[in-house]
């Protein structure tokens, strides 16, 4: 596996675990491609979490995060029963959106099974696109160097 399928050494990275339903799968037992984003899902609601910014108290705040792009690369499946380590972590931020990158392996190994990212625009209660605030900014990306 190529060092780029591993989250940075430097950067927080969120980590979850699913063990996977038989209902995530096929009549093979391996999980059905669609179900991987709602990995990604618990994977970036664990992480924000972590952080001690859970999506509800953002959404209380006034902002919401809607999808733009999701991206998934399938190196090789699970199947029913397996237990998924989903890893988690923001690579971009920009004035008015971000990027979540995701890795999940096969339980406790580093065997890379799926990777893929998601990109969120930063939208306000009247659904209008907002430049990220400091506040949320002082959570998602505590050492940067300057206001985006």
């Not at 065997?111 to 400091?134: F, M, W």
Request: net charge negative; glycine share 4%; hydrophobic share 40%.
């Amino acid at each position: 596996m190529s060092k780029d399928l591993y989250s940075p050494d430097e950067t927080f990275t969120a980590a979850s675990w699913y063990r996977v339903l038989y209902a995530d799968t096929d009549n093979m037992k391996i999980v059905n491609n669609g179900h991987y984003f709602r990995f990604f899902e618990q994977g970036r609601g664990e992480y924000l979490r972590q952080i001690n910014m859970p999506y509800v108290e953002i959404e209380k705040r006034g902002l919401f995060f809607p999808l733009t792009e999701a991206w998934a690369h399938f190196y090789a499946s699970f199947h029913y029963d397996d237990m998924i380590r989903i890893e988690c972590w923001i690579s971009q931020i920009k004035r008015a959106s971000f990027r979540f990158d995701y890795r999940l392996f096969l339980g406790d190994t580093r065997e890379v099974r799926v990777a893929g990212h998601t990109l969120h625009a930063t939208l306000n209660e009247e659904l209008k696109v907002v430049k990220i605030p400091d506040w949320l900014l002082d959570y998602i990306a505590p050492n940067r160097q300057s206001s985006l």
